[in-house]
């Protein structure tokens, strides 16, 4: 059923604002609302993907499960980008695994139909190009920042990540889930959440997370938060004003 062009709410998803008119309407009749609960699985490590997601303000983490079940998550996606990139890269699968992570809705897309409009070129393909390009960026990053920078850097650039893509300094997030999503025991992130929160950087009660002092968090973090979102700022910032001829 096709969704009609009155019903769908504002571009919410920055990738979607980015294009132009044009380019958007030609998305609409493709386009669904959802809703992306907790702990939702959006795909399976080697399962097909089916359907790609342009997320409002969930967030959903890529997450890579070893063969002990221990897990560290690779990515993180909400309304910056989309899920579902191994889609348009020319695969149907992937070795990770997307979960939501905090939960609110999407946009979704049939995965086949994002291919064919993909390869037909246009601003859509060059401004996914691009997006690609700065999650490249975003792995490459954080893969030397994981072994380079301790713990408490790396807990100050995610938590600022987060508030970035949820354009808040308040969220619900748990140790352990941060524990999973950063590699590491719980003791060491609960060590970490306390030198952060001691230092009137940040609150923490009952899972959830406040940014009480931004600039001192950034401070503390490593460049590789400044680096990561002045790469998505080049990127992706005003393409539709450069594109808009």
């Not at 030609?26 to 609302?33: D, G, N, S, V, Y």
């Not at 579902?84 to 992937?94: A, D, E, F, Q």
């Not at 997006?131 to 650039?157: K, V, W």
């Not at 352990?176 to 025991?185: A, Y």
């Amino acid at each position: 059923m096709l969704v009609e062009k009155y019903s769908l709410p504002a571009r919410q998803n920055r990738l979607l604002a980015a294009l132009p008119t044009s380019e958007y309407e030609r998305l609409i009749p493709h386009l669904k609302l959802v809703s992306l609960p907790l702990n939702q699985i959006i795909y399976e490590a080697e399962e097909p993907i089916t359907q790609v997601y342009f997320p409002h303000q969930s967030v959903i983490s890529i997450v890579s499960t070893m063969e002990n079940g221990s897990t560290v998550e690779v990515g993180l996606v909400s309304n910056e980008g989309m899920v579902g990139i191994p889609v348009i890269l020319g695969g149907n699968s992937t070795t990770t695994t997307a979960i939501v992570q905090i939960p609110d809705s999407a946009m979704r897309m049939n995965a086949d139909v994002l291919k064919t409009m993909f390869d037909q070129g246009g601003l859509l393909q060059t401004l996914l190009l691009r997006y690609i390009q700065a999650r490249f960026t975003d792995i490459t990053q954080g893969c030397a920042c994981n072994r380079l920078h301790t713990l408490d850097e790396r807990l100050a650039r995610w938590l600022l990540t987060v508030s970035d893509r949820l354009q808040s300094n308040d969220f619900p997030l748990t140790q352990e889930f941060i524990s999973q999503m950063l590699g590491v025991r719980r003791s060491g992130v609960t060590v970490a959440a306390n030198s952060l929160s001691r230092a009137g950087l940040i609150s923490y009660h009952r899972g959830q997370i406040n940014i009480l002092n931004r600039e001192a968090l950034e401070a503390t973090s490593c460049e590789c938060y400044r680096v990561i979102r002045d790469e998505f700022a080049r990127l992706l910032d005003n393409f539709s004003l450069y594109n808009s001829s």
